[in-house]
């Protein structure tokens, strides 16, 4: 029988229920009352109506759509590397729309083809369904703060699969081009497939040198200077959620090696896992449309400069957080007494254990709440 750990969110249930009574006369208006939910990376502000648009423009759909994605869909994806990510030359064949980026994580391992004794690396502190993802294909699941955790290699511990999280879930943290380079030499030594999770690589928070010639974003696997004049054996998962506020419509694609890809292709054709074709023709419109991105990033760093500062004012100090939607914070004590403490100020927050037992001392503090609850939670811990 399959067995999946507890959804750690539900763990989350009295903290919450505390949040929401929260209420300080000495602080007016709404920013005194209720809960200000920090816990979940779900966007709060509006779908750019460009993309509203395209998918309302797309809404008679009486055939089925392709599995595949359309090849302007996928030619899209291809420009968008080349344009944001410093990925030239990307092959569009290479390119595959995934109803969300979470379920292409928990489901690759199965996709490939992994199963009984076939090992599944991911980081150490990580979102849990890399783990749960090897679960479901019954691999072995092994988590791992650094290539040389893995110990000397056999055929049975060396990984068929390695996760890569850049910019991490729950930490921000960065992971650069020398770095990448080094993890995908040693995978194809291996021949370990490697799959870069970077779904937050629009939201790169350091600050950028004058006259630099640096993509915008984070590192990509993809990049030439990672991985030379070849994708093989390399994924890189992206999701439209963040950047587009396109949760709901569960816009995300994968992109590599096209071997690869094929591979997943064809499983994903057999099991009916397509992208509803309003959809992609909404992924197409945000892919060609920078204004959008660029005017979220602004929002989300409003927030992070409201609320960073609050947070170290309040005991906790922030590490990495180089990047993405969350503050990785730690006041050197179980993470479910910080929670407890911030739920008494009426915000909840994500306790770093739900990310594995190295993050037991941290909590994870999103930046998706509106400008006003964001303020709340401000004045509520200074």
Known sequence: MLTLPDFPWDSLAPAKERASAFSDPSIEGEAGRGIVDLSVGTPVDPTPEVVRAALAAAADAPGYPQTYGTPDLREAVAAWFAARRGVPGLDPAGVLPTMGSKELVAWLPTLLGLGEGDVVAFPRVAYPTYDVGARLARAVPMAVDGLTALGPLTP?????????????????????????????????????????????????????????????????????????????????????SKQSNLAGYRAAFVAGDPALVGRL???????????????????????????????????????????????????????????????????????????????????????????????????????????ERIAAAARRLG
């Not at 291996?190 to 915008?216: F, I, M, N």
């Not at 911030?342 to 915000?347: C, F, I, K």
């Open 156 to 240: 049975a511990t060396t990984p068929k699969l390695l996760w890569l999280n850049s910019p991490g879930n729950p930490t921000g943290a960065v992971l650069g081009v020398e770095h990448l380079a080094k993890v995908v030499a040693w995978a194809r030594e291996h021949g370990v497939v490697v799959a870069s999770d970077e779904c937050y690589a629009e939201l790169d928070w350091r600050p950028r040198e004058a006259g630099s010639t640096e993509p915008p974003t984070t590192p990509s696997i993809l990049d030439p200077r990672v991985c030379g004049d070849s994708h093989e054996g390399l994924l890189a998962v992206y999701s439209l």
């Open 265 to 371: 292709l064809e499983v994903r054709k057999h099991a009916g896992m397509i992208v509803p074709w309003p959809v992609q023709r909404a992924m197409l419109a945000a892919l060609g449309d920078t204004a959008h991105v660029a005017e979220q990033k602004a929002r989300y760093a409003a927030r992070r400069a409201v609320l960073r500062p609050a947070v170290e004012a309040f005991g906790l100090r922030v590490e990495h957080s180089e990047a993405g939607l969350y503050l990785w914070a730690t006041a050197g004590e179980p993470s479910r007494v910080t929670l407890d403490r911030l739920a008494a100020r009426g915000l909840l927050v994500a306790p770093g254990d739900f990310y594995g037992a190295s993050g037991r001392e941290h909590v994870r503090i999103a930046l998706t709440a509106t400008d």
